[in-house]
């Protein structure tokens, strides 16, 4: 079991730029989620998913896209960047009341 | 008003003092979980302990002990014998149904711990 994966470990992009951010996971979890990391503010939601096909909103999903087509993936797609965007990206699995499963996170660099 | 409060931001303490973290909760849910998690400073979050609603009995796992009290709705994390190891940010985290009854966690802001040798 490779758990939660991400890509790219690393990234920096220029104001305006648009990337995906891929997240999978093999442990048939239905709750997959994305969180970002800011200093001093802990890990706060961007988007989450129940099951594929459906998909919310979590506290910070301005600037941010989901989709999940699949059990297996949910990517995270930023339109337009921005420097506030600049941020450590974690996404996580889950099952009902079970704890999270975080993959490695991704550094992402806005400039 | 933050669903998952930990008030100290920075705990510093020298090895071998016992240190508690404060994690205080807010929630309507008769049905939530918690959680604590490390992050040393490699990055990655790991998981500590689980708690459901239900199960109020404190928990011992070595040097890490847990008491969750419903009345005063907090889930407090004591290291006793701190070592220099257990430097790192730890979080504190509340799971309860959201809109359509799913339960994805909450987390607090974490208490960077610095154990000092």
């Known amino acids: 079991n490779a758990g939660v994966t991400q890509t790219p470990k690393f990234q920096v992009l220029k104001t305006g730029q648009s990337m995906t951010l891929q997240c999978a996971q093999d442990m048939n979890h239905e709750y997959m989620s994305w969180y970002r990391q800011d200093p001093g503010m802990g890990l706060r939601l961007i988007h989450y998913s129940v099951g594929a096909g459906i998909t919310d909103q979590g506290e910070v999903p301005n600037g941010y896209n989901v989709s999940r087509s699949t059990t297996e993936d949910f990517p995270l797609r930023l339109l337009s960047a921005a420097p506030s965007q600049t941020s450590v990206y974690f996404c996580?699995?889950?099952?009902?009341?079970?704890?999270?499963?975080f993959g490695p996170g991704t550094r992402l660099t806005v400039t | 008003a933050q669903k998952v409060t930990q008030a100290q931001t920075e705990i510093s303490v020298v090895e071998k003092e016992d240190v508690t973290l404060d994690c205080v909760y807010e929630t309507r849910d008769t049905t939530y979980y918690l959680f604590w998690y490390k992050q040393p400073p490699s990055g990655e979050l790991v998981f500590l302990i689980r708690r459901n609603s239900f199960d109020e009995q404190n928990e011992i796992s070595g040097r890490y002990s847990w008491n969750f009290q419903k009345s005063t709705s907090s889930f407090n994390f004591t290291i006793t014998a701190s070592q220099v190891v257990d430097s790192a940010v730890y979080f504190c985290a509340l799971s309860e149904a959201r809109a359509g009854g799913s339960y994805i966690p909450t987390f607090g802001r974490g208490t960077s711990l610095i154990v000092h040798p």
């Open positions: 996580a699995s889950s099952s009902t009341g079970s704890e999270q499963y």
